[in-house]
Structure formats: C-alpha cells, structure tokens
C-alpha cells in the first residue's frame, strides 16, 4: 500500500489559518469516512487530533477542523498559534482492512 | 484512563527477531471491541503502520512488512505484543503501541520505545 501524499511542509503567522491536504486514492481516503489526523511534537507521541474525517476529540481546540471532497481530505487550523508548530500526519482505513499514513507535514509558525 | 507502555529489547543485531511487548493499564484489554495496534517511525522519518489484532482474534498487516510480523494477545496479562523477524538496519525505528477505536481511530498510544539494529 503506497503512502498518502501530504506536502512536506507549510507555514504561517500567528492567527493565520493553513490546511493541509492528504491525498489518496477510492481505496483509502475516496472509499471511507475513516480519515483520521494527528499532531506530533518532536520526541512525543502522536496525539489524535481530527477522526472520522471531521469529529474533534474532547479538548481538541475547535481551531482544528476537517474535510474531505473526493480523494482528498484536508485539515485546516485557524486562528494559528505558536503551539501548533508540529508534524501532522493523516491516515486512512483502506479496503484491505488495512490502515495507511500520509508521510507527513512539518507546520511551521513564523 | 488507560495507559499503554511498550518494553523490550532497544538493541537487536540483524537477521535476528524483535519482539516487543505493549502493557496496557487502567482497562480491560478484552473489553470494548476495540483492536490494538503496532505503528513505527524510523528516526527522522514518518510514521509507518505495522498491523493491528481485532479483539476476535483476527490480525491484519501491512503488505509489506507481512512475511516478517506477528501480533498476538496475552489476555491474561492484560497485554499484547509484536514480533518482526529476519530484521535489517531499515527496521531501526521508534515502535508505538496504540488502541484502534474503528479505522484507524488511535485514541491512546504508548510512548514509544527506539529499537536499533545493529551488530
């Protein structure tokens, strides 16, 4: 199973809003409502930050949004704070039963 | 709240296996229909999923790593564990053990433990 295709990098201001695409294919992001999106700071776990394409766990700030149209999904942060800059990964349930990672987004605050 | 915590070994010389181990506390491994997960992440690198065991039993890996891996259950101790076989300096990595709440919904994740390979 090939990786999802995320950009390797994107950046803004403070209280600036970004998105980060994820793109796949009908077999993984196209076929489920199973997008999942995480936030990684370096040297810690992964921490669940978007699921089921769209829902945001509880204490997740409700800055962090999700979408999808088609094969792609897409995360945006709005209102962008310094505490944002991190990794992010996307993933996806795919019609193999399996799961696959994006191969990540370094968010960079100017 | 539950807590996931890997252990094992952090040094393994190629050709032979790794085998890590993932306690899980503050729940019942067996309860809530749940699966548990094995994810890694060479250094420097992105993340890499390794394969999952639903709570039925039943197993599911990635393609490419599915000759070399087994994940199984110990219900009595309340933990589950990975084996990769015949390993090379490419599986170098960061191993994360994680709770699947349904399709790829990692809701808890250990906090990693480094393997190296090397002789």
């Known amino acids: 199973q090939s990786a999802l295709t995320q950009p390797a990098s994107v950046s803004g201001s403070p209280g600036q809003s970004i998105t980060i695409s994820c793109t796949g294919t009908s077999s993984d992001v196209g076929g489920y409502n199973y997008v999942s999106w995480y936030q990684q700071h370096p040297g810690k776990a992964p921490k669940l930050m978007i699921y089921e394409v769209s829902n945001r766990p509880s204490g997740v700030p409700d800055r962090f949004s999700g979408s999808k149209s088609g094969n792609t999904a897409s995360l945006t942060i709005s209102g962008l704070q310094a505490e944002d800059e991190a990794d992010y990964y996307c993933?996806?349930?795919?019609?193999?039963?399996?799961?696959?990672f994006g191969g990540g987004t370094k968010l960079t605050v100017l | 709240q539950l807590q996931l915590q890997e252990s094992g070994s952090g040094l393994v010389k190629p050709s032979q296996t790794l085998s890590l181990t993932c306690a899980v506390s503050g729940g019942s491994i067996s309860s809530g229909g749940y699966s548990w997960s094995w994810i890694r992440q060479p250094p420097g690198k992105g993340l890499e999923w390794i394969g999952y065991i639903y709570h039925s039993g039943s197993t599911y890996y990635n393609p490419s790593l599915k000759s070399r891996v087994t994940i199984s259950v110990d219900r009595s101790k309340n933990q589950f564990s990975l084996k990769l076989s015949s390993v090379t300096a490419a599986d170098t990595a960061v191993y994360y053990c994680?709770?699947?709440?349904?399709?790829?919904?990692?809701?808890?994740w250990g906090q990693g433990t480094l393997v190296t390979v090397s002789s």
């Open positions: 993933s996806s349930y795919t019609s193999s039963s399996t799961v696959v």
């Open positions: 994680a709770r699947d709440d349904g399709g790829g919904l990692y809701d808890y």
